[in-house]
């Protein structure tokens, strides 16, 4: 959540920094501001509550702005209510210092109490603010020595970026927990920014700042060190994927873009993952979590949130079904506080497609405290979770710039069935002509996917019915229950229509009091071992004059008889059907949405990347 950009060179930045931070603005925010050292060697900044677009019309009318060194953000609203005053960059009393900043500091209170008692002027509810009077405490002639002396007075997680009219040649940025922030290396010029697609038409050589690190950004370079002050020294990355990747190449939203992006998707998770015989290699990516370790694997837990835990729900299923292991899954929000019952005997897997969740950083936390083994799922290559964690299964799902998340679900269902695959092998618990069957069928869903893609014309008409439904109920059994969670979630997320996923059988003990003619019931019933009682919920549902829309394989006549609409799709193997099951509800989703008016991929109080509790 929230963005940071930073720029120092021999152009003005304000342009840049503004082309960076829209695109940032998947992220989520409710406000923006920027700060520059203007030619006069002066702070001058301009800061606007609402879209980055009311701050560029400041700036374009009135409040021009301009200077070679600067600073921009956008804020999502955790101290203090969106207003200009609350948006950043915060100043310190004497104008010569602002600051940009994502995540919490946990100790505000008490530093913002003692910094009254000094004589500080506060004009924020922020607890951001506190930094910028820090430092401005701090400051003896050296920004970086004034940083350091703030960054060890502060507890949280956080990212932060300063500029001072006192040392106009250099940036200084910090960063501690799940905030990522990334370097931009140029020629005479250097870029700051939250995540890589902000500054990716500018350089795509980047250095990725972890955890408990400084970083001193100047014209002609960077410097790294620790809290500490001891030096380090990182190599570049090169991003190999371009910046169109981040663009809507004609799509009307990323959100369609991505969702059509999904048999690619598919496709780069499995390559070079499943040979010729269908027999599952992953040895060389899983590090420490070797297969003498998954050999003693007594029980696995899967943790992650919002749609990272449904899609470990569908792994959940998938190691039961093929592993016959143990397998609970935690909500990370929860993992942390719910006493999580596991060893070093145990195996946690770790789901997040930014790999920077604060709450499933805890969790790993929490497991390696213990001597648990922690597998990562992850989509971003040097983010936090890579680097906490024994193992790495990437799902190479390339930029996703939506806040509701598409591809990178079917990526993680992807890759968690290839683990299955692996781990079911590896053990002998699943005989091996059942487990080629499976990878071979996975070979075929990015043309089963694009099928369903050719129907979305279809689909968007069944929306116009559904769009002013004030609440829907999604429904379905064994492994599509978490199919219907993710439905839920992707139609509340971005057109804020009510919407509840339950388990079918679930259906008598409460929710079907909901279902009348106002009430449209979505049904996960494809050829499974839950498909006759599936059609019996559907029934139910239809008798009490509930609309139903059925997810249905081809030419299902059945399941059509007591449907009102029927979303077909192609017939594949029942543990690989979640995968394509989903897709007619993603576009659902996004029809209804887009239908509706609604910001599709910056939905109301969402962010993509969630680094505060």
Not at 64 to 85: E, I
Not at 232 to 239: A, G, H, T
Not at 491 to 516: F, N, Q, R, T, V
Request: glycine residues 8%; proline residues 4%; aromatic residues 6%.
């Amino acid at each position: 959540m929230c963005g940071i950009v930073g720029y120092i060179g021999s152009r003005d930045s304000v342009p840049i920094i503004l082309d960076a931070l829209r695109r940032l603005e998947y992220r989520g925010y409710d406000s923006a501001g920027i700060a520059v050292i203007d030619a006069a060697g002066e702070l001058a900044g301009s800061k606007a509550e609402g879209k980055l677009s009311r701050l560029a019309e400041r700036l374009n009318n009135g409040e021009p702005l301009s200077g070679a060194v600067g600073v921009g953000h956008t804020r999502w609203a955790t101290h203090g209510a969106p207003s200009d005053a609350n948006a950043h960059p915060h100043l310190d009393c004497r104008g010569h210092v602002a600051v940009v900043h994502n995540g919490i500091i946990e100790n505000y209170s008490a530093l913002r109490a003692r910094l009254l008692e000094l004589g500080h002027v506060f004009s924020s509810e922020t607890d951001t603010e506190v930094l910028a009077h820090l430092i401005e405490l701090h400051y003896d002639g050296d920004l970086e020595a004034a940083v350091r002396r703030t960054v060890h007075d502060v507890r949280g997680a956080y990212a932060l970026g300063v500029i001072s009219s006192d040392d106009p040649d250099h940036l200084v940025f910090a960063r501690n927990g799940a905030s990522p922030l990334v370097l931009g290396i140029g020629d005479g010029e250097m870029y700051v920014a939250s995540d890589t697609p902000a500054i990716l038409p500018y350089t795509r050589r980047e250095i990725i700042l972890q955890e408990g690190e400084i970083a001193v950004v100047g014209r002609d370079g960077f410097r790294l060190t620790d809290y500490a002050g001891t030096r380090i020294e990182r190599d570049p990355i090169v991003i190999t994927w371009d910046s169109t990747s981040a663009e809507k190449s004609g799509f009307k939203h990323f959100m369609l873009k991505e969702i059509f992006e999904q048999p690619q998707a598919i496709k780069e998770t499995l390559s070079g993952r499943i040979d010729k015989h269908g027999d599952v290699h992953l040895d060389a990516e899983m590090g420490e979590i070797t297969p003498q370790r998954l050999q003693t694997v007594s029980k696995i837990a899967i943790t992650g949130c919002g749609t990272a835990y449904y899609a470990g729900m569908v792994g959940m299923y998938l190691l039961r079904s093929l592993v016959h292991l143990p397998v609970e899954m935690e909500l990370a929000s929860e993992f942390r506080y719910g006493d999580p019952v596991i060893d070093s005997t145990a195996l946690v897997i770790a789901m997040s497609q930014s790999g920077e969740t604060a709450d499933t950083i805890e969790a790993v936390r929490i497991a390696r405290n213990v001597g648990s083994g922690v597998l990562g799922i992850c989509n971003v290559l040097g983010s936090h979770l890579t680097r906490l964690t024994d193992g790495m299964l990437y799902t190479r799902s390339g930029p996703e710039i939506g806040v509701a998340a598409t591809k990178t679900y079917v990526s993680q269902v992807t890759a968690l069935t290839l683990f299955a695959l692996y781990l079911a092998r590896l053990r002998g618990t699943t005989e091996a002509r059942r487990l080629r069957e499976i990878a071979d069928g996975t070979k075929l869903l990015p043309a089963a996917v694009d099928v369903v893609l050719n129907a979305s014309d279809e689909i968007r008409k069944v929306a116009r019915e559904l769009r002013k439904a004030q609440s829907v109920l999604f429904i379905g059994r064994y492994v599509n229950f978490p199919t219907a969670l993710e439905g839920a979630l992707k139609l509340k997320e971005i057109s804020y229509i009510h919407a509840e996923g339950y388990p079918a059988g679930e259906m008598k003990h409460g929710p079907i009091a909901l279902l009348d003619s106002s009430v449209p019931v979505v049904g996960i019933a494809t050829d499974d071992r839950v498909r006759e009682k599936m059609i019996s919920n559907l029934m139910e549902s239809k008798a009490r004059e509930a609309p139903v829309i059925a997810v249905a394989n081809r030419g299902d006549s059945e399941i059509r008889a007591v449907s009102d609409h029927v979303f077909e799709v192609p017939k594949v193997d029942e543990l690989l059907s979640p995968i394509v099951n989903v897709i007619p509800l993603q576009l659902l989703a996004y029809h209804i949405a887009d239908i509706e008016g609604k910001d599709v991929d910056q939905p109301r109080n969402l962010a993509k990347t969630v680094t505060v509790e």
